[in-house]
């Protein structure tokens, strides 16, 4: 529908104005960062259009060019989607603390934390990605060891030496292992709950804790350590 053919004080615009942002559905909200339509159809037309086919989670996976191209060809309209998608990215990181280049000593006390810091980085990963984080005494982050292993994960495929080796060259109190389900579902494999087994046992050996293992999914997250008496054999 045309924004002209939509009575006056049913327009996003003044929806927004007159009752509140949280009274627009996602097509109007994107109406209004668009302004106006591209070739032939409305802002809220074209809003409608991109969020049945794809939603604002899969918008991001488009190229530059292909994204333009589900806008009519209007690069403008896919800047702006991108630069959309990253200022909700941003202030993610505001709110809940999120992954940048600053975690060093920022403190993790649950899982949650965890997902909480790392969701927006392992959910565009297309391959699971195991990847570990160093903590000291205080459980404030010295560093974070990405892609120790890459793909499927398999016990006989990762050896402790490749955890414990980073942990032992950072004098690292404790590490928490943490990899992602491309997916979308965080529930472990059995290889997932094996391979833990396999690495708590061995931290216990050198006198480094294995805090967690925890599994990011779309939204939600899976922790080791919270199921930890549905892991037992």
């Given at each position: 529908?045309?924004?002209?053919?939509?009575?006056?004080?049913?327009r996003?615009?003044?929806?927004?104005?007159?009752?509140?942002?949280?009274?627009?559905?996602?097509?109007?909200l994107?109406?209004?960062i668009?302004?106006?339509?591209?070739?032939?159809?409305s802002?809220?037309?074209?809003?409608?259009?991109l969020?049945?086919k794809?939603?604002?989670?899969?918008?991001?996976?488009l190229s530059?060019?292909?994204?333009?191209?589900?806008?009519?060809?209007?690069?403008?309209?896919?800047?702006?989607?991108?630069?959309?998608?990253?200022?909700?990215?941003?202030y993610?990181k505001l709110i809940?603390?999120?992954?940048?280049?600053?975690i060093?000593?920022?403190?993790?006390?649950?899982?949650?934390?965890?997902?909480?810091i790392?969701?927006?980085?392992?959910?565009?990963?297309?391959?699971?990605?195991?990847?570990?984080?160093?903590?000291?005494?205080?459980?404030?982050?010295?560093?974070?060891?990405?892609?120790?292993t890459?793909?499927?994960?398999?016990?006989s495929?990762?050896?402790?030496?490749?955890?414990?080796?980073?942990?032992?060259?950072?004098?690292?109190?404790?590490?928490i292992?943490?990899?992602?389900h491309?997916?979308?579902?965080?529930?472990?494999?059995q290889k997932?709950i094996?391979?833990?087994?396999?690495?708590?046992?061995a931290?216990e050996?050198?006198?480094?804790?294995v805090l967690?293992?925890?599994?990011?999914?779309?939204?939600g997250?899976?922790?080791?350590?919270?199921?930890?008496s549905?892991?037992?054999?």
């Amino acid at each position: 529908m045309k924004i002209k053919d939509i009575p006056w004080f049913n327009r996003p615009g003044f929806k927004l104005t007159g009752k509140g942002v949280n009274t627009l559905d996602d097509a109007e909200l994107l109406s209004i960062i668009f302004g106006v339509g591209s070739k032939g159809e409305s802002a809220l037309e074209l809003s409608n259009k991109l969020l049945k086919k794809y939603n604002f989670n899969k918008l991001e996976d488009l190229s530059i060019k292909n994204l333009a191209k589900e806008c009519n060809g209007n690069f403008n309209k896919a800047l702006q989607i991108i630069s959309l998608i990253e200022i909700c990215k941003r202030y993610n990181k505001l709110i809940k603390g999120g992954y940048d280049n600053k975690i060093r000593h920022k403190t993790i006390n649950s899982a949650k934390d965890v997902k909480n810091i790392f969701i927006d980085k392992f959910r565009n990963y297309k391959k699971e990605v195991l990847s570990i984080i160093l903590l000291d005494t205080k459980n404030k982050i010295i560093s974070f060891k990405e892609g120790i292993t890459i793909g499927i994960l398999n016990s006989s495929l990762i050896h402790p030496r490749e955890i414990f080796k980073e942990a032992i060259k950072e004098s690292a109190n404790s590490v928490i292992l943490v990899h992602n389900h491309p997916s979308g579902d965080p529930n472990p494999s059995q290889k997932d709950i094996e391979i833990t087994k396999k690495i708590f046992e061995a931290g216990e050996l050198l006198g480094i804790n294995v805090l967690d293992h925890v599994i990011i999914g779309d939204e939600g997250y899976w922790s080791y350590k919270e199921n930890q008496s549905n892991n037992a054999p």
